[in-house]
């Protein structure tokens, strides 16, 4: 019995030297749900929960969670994109921003983005890690202006990181020393004569972080559209197309070590991912191939973290390939009528997310009225809208005397996610049997029109269920 109770205690000091609290007060956030996340890939952006919490009536919070080491986290409060790093056994008090909601209009606007800012942590001394990146972001910013003007001297480039460095060269903090490398690899990255492979080369030297908010923008940055981003006659993307065409996942990943010097493995197993990835939305690749090497290649990824990201963005891409089952919501229209989208089978189906408040979204609803009125034996339109307000699609629809189907979204986040929108408008098409077939699919400003004659002359002459299945042969 002794035994068992010391090895009990035992785990109890294991587990409370990895515990983080988190707790403050923020009068604007009463009655609010704060999430607390983590990054754990940037790629497909998934992200992990530590704590959730409703605050209280007081306007107290606290977050309790374990971590094995340093790491970034974050909260999502309105407008705001709020960042600090906790490490395991500590303790902070957080300091909230004023709270402002995001509009409607923001939540899909596609030039919008949440303001990033650093939260403030009190009564904290100076080694904390959340003072340090503070103070190290001030002076990097400054530091990033200067590189700009050099135009791509790496000797300039390199001597200011040198001088930036010499200030914390007796700082013995491994993860506020890797976040400062990987901010430095951008810099590198702005010689644009040699970027890329400048800032690929200065990235393979440092570890792989999935923690560290750094690594993530310093590769992202680095390797975004990685594979279509050099010249159609460049050695370079002559060698990766080759590779890729031959779906010879040992021939490109032996390329990317010898030309841009990435011996790690698990980078270069990320750096693949994130090629496809990228490729998967390029006019220069066909999206259904790229889709399949997805799934085939991953069987060549051993690192256990990448498998996980590899499985999230093949799944996240394959949820909107042609024939994947569309969602099937259930809304009302203006008058309180409800439909499925299942209601609409047999019938092609033109789905438009819209918004009142975007004037972008408000211009097509013209040339939506004629596409129903012309195909109406053939295609639904089904206009969605993400207004907050239902009175304000009523009258907005009562003006337009339309005969297409409006729909209210009744907030759920389900179906946004399900759609995985970003933008509105977004446009779909669904096919006669409640299946995507194209997602997403043009604008009325992208000749969606002849796209959609295209479709049905060929499902006269029996040709699109062939091109559907030879996509999946």
């Known amino acids: 019995m002794k035994k068992i109770f010391a090895f009990l205690s035992l785990s109890i000091i294991y587990i409370s030297a990895n515990a983080v609290t988190i707790y403050g007060n923020g009068g604007d ?68 921003p004023n709270y ?8 899909f606007n596609p030039y919008f983005k949440p303001t990033k800012i ?14 340090q990146i503070a103070g190290f972001e001030t002076t990097y910013d400054y530091s990033y202006v200067k590189c700009s003007l050099f135009q791509g001297q790496m000797d300039s480039i390199t001597s200011e990181i040198n001088s930036v ?12 020393h890797q976040y400062r490398q990987y901010k430095y690899a951008l810099m590198v990255n702005m010689n644009e004569r040699l970027a890329p492979a400048l800032g690929a080369a200065y990235i393979a030297k440092l570890p792989v ?4 908010i750094a690594f993530w923008e310093a590769f992202n940055a680095i390797f975004r559209g990685f594979f279509d981003i050099f010249g159609n006659y460049s050695p370079e993307q002559t060698a990766m197309d080759k590779a890729i065409y031959a779906g010879n996942y040992e021939q490109l990943s032996a390329y990317l070590q010898e030309r841009f010097e990435l011996t790690n493995p698990v980078l270069r197993e990320l750096v693949i991912l994130k090629g496809l990835y990228d490729a998967y939305y390029s006019e220069r690749r066909n999206a259904p191939y790229i889709l399949k090497l997805l799934e085939k290649w991953q069987d ?3 690192d256990y973290n990448n498998r996980q990201i590899w499985q999230n963005a093949f799944l996240h891409l394959k949820s909107l390939a042609p024939q994947a089952e569309a969602y099937n919501f259930k809304l009302q229209d203006e008058k309180g009528k409800t439909y499925q989208l299942s209601d609409f089978k047999g019938q092609y189906v033109y ?7 975007i004037t972008l979204s408000k211009k097509d609803f013209g040339i939506l009225e004629r596409y129903g009125e012309t195909y109406k034996k053939d295609l639904a339109v089904v206009n969605l809208f993400t207004d907050y307000s239902r009175g304000d699609m009523s009258i907005f629809v009562k003006g337009l005397n339309s005969k297409n189907v409006n729909l209210f979204w009744n907030s759920d986040q389900n179906l946004i996610t399900k759609y995985q929108l970003i933008n509105i408008p977004t446009y779909y098409l669904i096919d006669r049997d409640g299946k995507l077939l194209l997602a997403p699919a043009p604008t009325p400003d992208e000749n969606f029109e002849q796209k959609f004659e295209e479709i049905l002359r060929k499902e006269k002459a029996g040709e ?10």
Not at 100 to 107: C, F, L, V, Y
Request: proline residues 1%.
């Open 464 to 473: 699109v269920k062939k091109e559907v299945d030879d996509i999946w042969k």
């Open 118 to 131: 650093q939260l403030i942590v009190r009564d904290v001394d100076s080694t904390d890690i959340n003072r």
């Open 29 to 96: 956030y009463i009655d609010k749900t704060l999430v607390l996340k983590a990054y754990t890939d940037e790629i497909a952006h998934t992200e992990q929960t530590l704590d959730s919490l409703v605050v209280d009536s007081l306007g107290d919070f606290e977050f309790h969670f374990e971590v094995s080491g340093a790491m970034s986290v974050f909260l999502d409060l309105g407008v705001y994109h709020a960042v600090f790093f906790v490490e395991p056994s500590k303790t902070y008090l957080l300091d909230l």
């Open 351 to 357: 789905l438009n997310f819209c918004n009142t408040r």
């Open 100 to 107: 402002k909601e995001r509009t409607e209009a923001d939540k």
């Open 165 to 176: 460095e010499a200030i914390y060269a007796e700082d013995k903090n491994e993860f506020f």
């Open 300 to 302: 060549n990824v051993s």
């Open 209 to 212: 972080s999935y923690e560290n």
